[in-house]
């Protein structure tokens, strides 16, 4: 078996996959990507048990056979070459030789058929939406997803499909995000929990693409495709939190603020807080909002006026300072608006500008209790 392909076209295809393998495999042919070839089609996968990723690229050759090839050594040799067709020859004494323009590298490689296969779907759903949508949608939610290994629905990012429109949610009981696409629609009203993983592998992939991905599920796992990639992955199995109910429907005190401005003074105040309970305090009278910290144990405090638009009764409220950042940090628009009723229910946030037409997002986070 033998093909030649350019050193950069298969670094950069094989960089992708390689965000799939895992650290320390249980086993060891995890640890290999599978080559399959079939006359001039080279189709590369990697998979951690949980997800598969394959993708499909031109050689030239005219043999066919598979092999799994170590993915490390594989990965570093590549790194080195400036671009320059390579050539991989499949010897019978289970060695590969890759010949580049200055010299020979031999590796090791394992029988392909020991490699696992992919899981093919039964009698899936399937939703077609554009690369960048898809993208978008994940990096506005990921972050909010739990790391709490005895929940594990909340360490993902819940897909919701229907006919009207297509919406994604993260929590982790401290924080929600909703986002919300009105101008794309499902066939069939589905709901899965996608895990954090494959979704941050299409997140980078996927980022400013054009292409349309194919969303195919079932109960138990989805199938991405776009391009000449795709990837399947087990959805997180349970029931995802009823995350409408906590989310307040009257909030009658409304502040709209500077996002730039705002995200700045929280970030500077944050530094004087309790290192443990990340504390700030929001004192709203009037067009005033007063931001302020304290960490009594050191005797560090600080305080910040800034002026804003409010319509309300005079309140204060504590947050987690960290939340709050990194909501604000993940919002593009120039201005935001916090909506709250009482110093002890959550409060939303929203993105004044800045959305597309039907989209929307709605960010929670929740108080934390002030010691006057």
Known sequence: MKFIVSSTYLLKQLQILGGVINNSNTLPILDNFLFELDNSALTISASDLETTMSTKLDVESNDSGSVAVPARLLLDTLK??????????????????????????????????EFPKAVTLEDPNTTTLEGDVLATAISKTIFAAGNDDLRPVMSGV????????????????????????????ADQ???????KKPLTLLKNV???????????????????????????????????????????KENPNKLSIDRTQFLNSVKRVSIF?????????????????????????YSNKAEERLTCDYQGDDMQIGFNSRFLTEMLNNLTSDDVQLEMSLPNRAGILTPVDGLDEGEKVTMLVMPVMLNS
């Open 273 to 297: 807080s309790n290192k443990t309970t990340h504390q700030i305090r929001l004192k709203i009278a009037g067009a005033e909002l007063n931001i302020s910290a304290e960490d009594i144990d």
């Open 206 to 248: 996927l980022a400013g693409s054009e292409e349309n991905v194919t969303i195919e599920y079932n109960e138990s796992n989805a199938k991405f495709t776009f391009d000449n990639t795709v990837l399947v992955c087990r959805l997180i199995d349970g029931k995802y939190p009823n995350y409408e109910a906590v989310i307040p």
């Open 158 to 185: 819940f897909f919701q499909f229907s006919q009207d429109n297509l919406t994604f949610v993260a929590t982790d009981a401290h924080k929600l995000v909703k986002y919300t696409r009105e101008d794309l629609s």
């Open 189 to 195: 009203v589905a709901e899965f929990i996608m895990p």
């Open 80 to 113: 080195t070459f400036p671009e320059q067709p390579l050539t991989f020859v499949v010897g019978d004494n289970n060695a590969i030789e890759i010949s580049s323009n200055h010299g020979k590298y031999g590796l090791a490689y394992a029988d392909g058929n």
